[in-house]
Every structure is written in structure tokens, then in C-alpha cells.
């Protein structure tokens, strides 16, 4: 099927259950913190991201793919997509793991998070288990790579699951959006890079881009842009096929194949307002990736993303505060955005 005549976003990856803590402070090591309230949420790019673009209201079909177990998180998963209008039936219960779980520690007074984390389910997830051959969706996104241990796993040729599969799905007509978890570590390059020239839009936070590249994006302690427009411009070298975005508290930009350099300023968000950080980088994927679906020129994608990651800061859990895309716009243009940033 040509990409001309398919619609809709299949999202397929990470699906996980978080248990979210407001704390009073982080503690040092071997010091008490204390609880002050606790709620599940969605966690997981491809659950976010679905289940944001549900909540804004997109006006074309969802579906997920993926593994939980079968638990009660699990169940609790599919029953709330399936309450949305998400078509959940790629998502397969397995009994050899359990649901994975990240427990979220934020603290109240500035939102920060920390993660703990269980891998369960997905560390099974196989490039088989994405049945792509009867999809009609437009666009599929997949998230989080180093976070999917088979699915990152090299294999012959250095080629990975997560660049076999995005490489069959291109060869079958869709467009390709990837994500990439936030990981301390010197594994990006070995199992990012694969992916790369089967992705035609990817999606990353600055950590991510300097990690992919190697390219270190702040200058004296602060985010320089001119230098995620270097990252940027080496992602498309390494075979990002059509557009780099890269997104940080400060702003996002957009870089195409073709040269063209978008930017955008983030919402001018008082502190008093942060309820919780997480999520708010899937929240933008979802803004942006509604754009792309839609055909959208990128500053509008770029904006919906910095109204959607707005909007979604409201709440602590990852979803719990995405609202209809009109209303995230009326939102953004409410607080002001920051000026974009010089790049």
C-alpha cells in the first residue's frame, strides 16, 4: 500500500505502568525521603503517545504492538487504550514476564524525576511480534530504542531487530518515527545507528542527539543550540532520512534533509504550574507526530509539540494532564512562548 493512501499512527515498543511518587526531596544515600502522595500512569512511548494523541482528539485511527504479562497490569493496560478508541490487538499478553513498571520519584517543589525500573515484558519483544503486512497505518512509531533488549540485540552485519523491522516497514509503504531512551551509557552509537537509515523521522531529546553522535551540545554549563544544529546535520549523515527533532527545556528545532532548519521556543511555563516532568518528551513526539500525519509545515509541528509537552507538565503521571489539541494550543498561546532559540 502506498503511504499516500494509508492513515493512522501504529506505535509499537515500551509499554509500562508507572507508579508515581511525589516526594518531599531526593535523598542522599542511605537517608529517608518522604511520600507524599503516590498514582499509576501510563509509561512507555508507544502507551504515551497513544494515548496523548487519543486525548488531543487526533482524527485518525491508533494501534499498538507489543508484550505485557498477563497480570493485572497488564489487563489494566489494554482495557484503558481499548476505553480510548486504541486498537490493542498487536499487544499480547505473555506469561514468561510480567508487565514492566518504572517506579517515578518526583519532587514536589520542582518536579524533577528520578527512575527505577523494571524491564518484564518488553526485554521479549521480537521484530516478529510487529504483524506490519495487513497494517494500514501511515506512520509507526517505535520507542524506546535501548530499551528493548532484543529489539537492540546486534546481530549479523551489525544490523539490529529495531533496524530490520523499520527497514521491512518501509519496504511496505510507512513512514518511520523512532525514539530513543535516556541512558547513561556508550551504547547508542552500536545500537542507534543501525536504525538510523531506516527512520525517516526521529525524534530525540538533546542527551540523546549528543549521545548518538557524540557531539557535546552545551557550551559553559548551557544548551547550545548552533551546536544541536551539528548533531542534527550528523544524524541526517549517519542516514535519517527525512527530518532530525530535537527537543529540550529550552526549545526544539528541526532539521530536514534538504538543509532547512526550523525552531521553536517552548512554552513559558511557571514553575508553580510544573506538576511533574514525565512524559513530556513522548507528550511532544505525539504533538509533532500529529502534525506529520496531518501534513502540517514543521513550525506548526513544532509548536503543537511545545503546547502538547506544556500541557502534559500539569500533572505528574505522563498523561494525566493531555487534553484536546485546541485546548493545548489555547494553552501555550495563554503563557507565552520562550524566543526561539538562535541556532
Known amino acids: 500500500m502506498k503511504t499516500d493512501q494509508r492513515r493512522g499512527i501504529v506505535a509499537g515498543g515500551n509499554w509500562i505502568i508507572d507508579h508515581v511518587k511525589m516526594i518531599d ?9 518522604s511520600i507524599l502522595g503516590q498514582s499509576r500512569g501510563t509509561g512507555g512511548s508507544p502507551y504515551n503517545v497513544l494515548v496523548d494523541l487519543a486525548k488531543m482528539k487526533a482524527p485518525f485511527p491508533l494501534a499498538g504492538v507489543g508484550l505485557v504479562g498477563d497480570d493485572e497490569d497488564g489487563r489494566w493496560i489494554v482495557a484503558d487504550c481499548a476505553d480510548l478508541g486504541i486498537d490493542m490487538s498487536q499487544v499480547r499478553p505473555t506469561t514468561a514476564a510480567g508487565t514492566s513498571y518504572t517506579d517515578v520519584m518526583t519532587v514536589r517543589e520542582n518536579g524533577r524525576r528520578t527512575f527505577f525500573h523494571s524491564r518484564g515484558a518488553n526485554s521479549l519483544l521480537d521484530e516478529s511480534d510487529f504483524k506490519l503486512e495487513a497494517c494500514t497505518a501511515r506512520i509507526l512509531h517505535l520507542g524506546y530504542l535501548l530499551l528493548l533488549d532484543r529489539m537492540d540485540t546486534i546481530g ?10 523499520l527497514r521491512r516497514a518501509r519496504a511496505l509503504g510507512l513512514k518511520t518515527s523512532v525514539d530513543v531512551v535516556s541512558e547513561h ?66 526549545g526544539a528545532l528541526a532539521r530536514h534533509r534538504d538543509g532547512t532548519i526550523h ?81
Not at 542534527?232 to 532530525?244: I, Q, S
Not at 506529520?292 to 513544532?302: A, R
Open 25 to 33: 526531596k531526593y535523598p542522599d544515600q542511605d537517608t529517608l525521603a
Open 156 to 165: 549479523a552485519g551489525g544490523t539490529t531487530g529495531a533496524s530490520r523491522m
Open 185 to 250: 551509557g556508550d551504547r547508542f552509537p552500536a545500537v542507534v545507528t543501525p536504525a538510523l537509515p531506516h527512520t525517516d523521522y526521529l525524534i530525540v531529546n538533546e542527551l540523546e542527539a549528543s549521545k548518538s553522535t557524540g557531539i557535546a551540545v552545551q557550551r559553559d554549563g548551557a544548551l547550545d543550540f548552533a551546536l544541536v544544529v551539528r548533531a542534527a546535520a550528523r544524524l541526517l549523515e549517519l542516514g535519517v532520512n527525512e527530518w532530525v527533532v530535537v527537543h529540550a527545556p529550552e
Open 263 to 343: 525552531v521553536h521556543g517552548s512554552v513559558a511555563m511557571p514553575p508553580g504550574r510544573v506538576a511533574g516532568t514525565a512524559g513530556a518528551g513522548d507528550a511532544f513526539a505525539a504533538g509533532v507526530l500529529l502534525g506529520l500525519h496531518e501534513g502540517w509545515p514543521m513550525p506548526e509541528c513544532l509548536k503543537m509539540g511545545a503546547c502538547a509537552a506544556a500541557t502534559s507538565l500539569t500533572h505528574p503521571t505522563c498523561t494525566g494532564g493531555m487534553r484536546p489539541a485546541a485546548e493545548c494550543l489555547a494553552f501555550g498561546a495563554d503563557l507565552g512562548f520562550r524566543p526561539p532559540p538562535a541556532a
